[in-house]
């Protein structure tokens, strides 16, 4: 319950668009949020976007305008999609699930991670 299976990601000119889907193993139910975090070489893992189950989103400022994180909450989906790709996106993109698990509480899982080049 709770893995994380990203797929989406590659190589892109700058301006150009990506899709980045994240689908989560397993029954979640109840107030949960997902989302994408994104890790550039050199640099500490940082927030991108993410969504809550009632619908509402956060956003980090470098990509407010170009992103849309959206998701299905019956199938345990989260897609971000990427327009105007800088050179600066460029990194490793992690979905990120935090739920309440039977048992255990709040608990936040990882995917594997997906890279994203975009070249000038």
């Known amino acids: 319950q709770g893995q994380l299976v990203e797929s989406g990601g590659g190589l892109v000119q700058a301006g150009g668009s990506l899709t980045l889907d994240c689908a989560a193993s397993?029954?979640?139910?109840?107030?949960?949020?997902m989302g994408w975090y994104r890790q550039a070489p050199g640099k500490q893992r940082e927030l991108v976007a993410t969504?809550?189950?009632?619908?509402?989103?956060n956003y980090a400022d470098p990509v407010k305008g170009r992103f849309t994180v959206s998701r299905d909450s019956a199938k345990n989906t989260v897609t971000l999609q990427m327009n105007n790709l800088k050179p600066e996106d460029t990194g490793d993109y992690y979905c990120y699930l935090k739920y309440i698990r039977p048992r255990y509480g709040w608990t936040t899982t990882w995917g594997p991670g997906t890279q994203v080049t975009v070249s000038l």
């Open positions: 397993g029954k979640i139910s109840g107030d949960n949020t």
């Open positions: 969504i809550s189950r009632p619908g509402s989103t």
